[in-house]
């Protein structure tokens, strides 16, 4: 019984979010930011160079004098902040996620508003047929692990993604949601297709973690994994939902999901009522 006492001076520990803002969500560092003076995109100087040079993912590109980061191919060892810290910094904040892989390109990239907008849409036509009990049905394109360990937080105490009508589903056939880690290796190819073909619609497609997103550090090689976008590409399907990180924390998971639903907009702020937060 000593659960009972332990459980009495610890409390409640579930986040309230998105129901109530949470410290943790909006402090805990889940991006790198470039920062952009005032009036002016950041310029490239042998600092940023060195930056550039240094990133082993090449997230960083130089193009006549401005900078840009490419979050979905980050991996968030912080080499660039060292080496640059003018123009490169963790950026706290969770809500990592994006509808469209151009959103997660930051600095002097401008993403384009109207094929945005186009992508809200499409989404939010095929969720609106869910209900308030979502079920995800999550598979390992070649991941080296980080990123399960964070979805298995998901369902603990902390987070309770079950509060939500949020679960997890061993069968395609119960799933609403895709959600797909790793490199996305040649021989999942055909595992993903059978799993999209043996869900019923709407579907929708989430990569998480830079691997999902890019490929990551150990992505092409003898793998030939550069993310699942070409995996699924080759069936006829996209990407809905762009969740980066190295690996992607829980938070920025949720949020990513929540995103994907409509329960959230992509600065984590709640749009509507949902679940039983």
Request: aromatic share 6%.
């Amino acid at each position: 019984m000593a659960w009972a006492p332990h459980g009495l001076a610890n409390g409640t520990v579930t986040t309230k979010w998105p129901r109530r803002p949470d410290a943790y969500f909006d402090d805990f560092p889940a991006s790198v930011e470039v920062v952009v003076p005032e009036d002016a995109a950041p310029a490239a100087d042998a600092a940023v160079l060195a930056a550039a040079n240094a990133c082993p993912t090449r997230a960083i590109a130089v193009e006549a004098g401005e900078v840009s980061l490419d979050r979905g191919r980050c991996i968030l060892c912080g080499r660039c902040t060292r080496l640059a810290p003018e123009t490169f910094r963790f950026e706290p904040g969770s809500a990592t996620a994006s509808l469209g892989r151009e959103g997660l390109i930051v600095g002097a990239h401008e993403e384009n508003d109207e094929a945005l907008q186009r992508l809200r849409a499409d989404l939010k036509a095929r969720v609106r047929h869910l209900g308030r009990s979502v079920h995800i049905r999550h598979v390992d394109a070649g991941s080296d692990g980080s990123d399960e360990w964070e979805l298995q937080a998901l369902s603990s105490p902390v987070y309770d993604i079950h509060r939500l009508g949020i679960f997890f589903t061993a069968s395609p056939r119960h799933a609403d949601i895709l959600m797909v880690t790793g490199i996305g290796t040649d021989g999942m190819a055909g595992p993903l297709r059978r799993t999209l073909d043996g869900m019923p619609e709407p579907i929708v497609v989430m990569a998480v973690g830079t691997d999902a997103v890019s490929g990551g550090l150990v992505g092409g090689g003898y793998t030939d994994g550069i993310g699942i976008a070409p995996r699924l590409a080759s069936g006829g399907r996209g990407v809905d939902v762009w969740v980066p990180g190295s690996p992607a924390s829980p938070f920025s998971v949720l949020h990513g999901i929540l995103l994907a639903l409509g329960r959230v907009d992509e600065s984590g702020l709640r749009t509507r009522r949902g679940g039983r937060a």
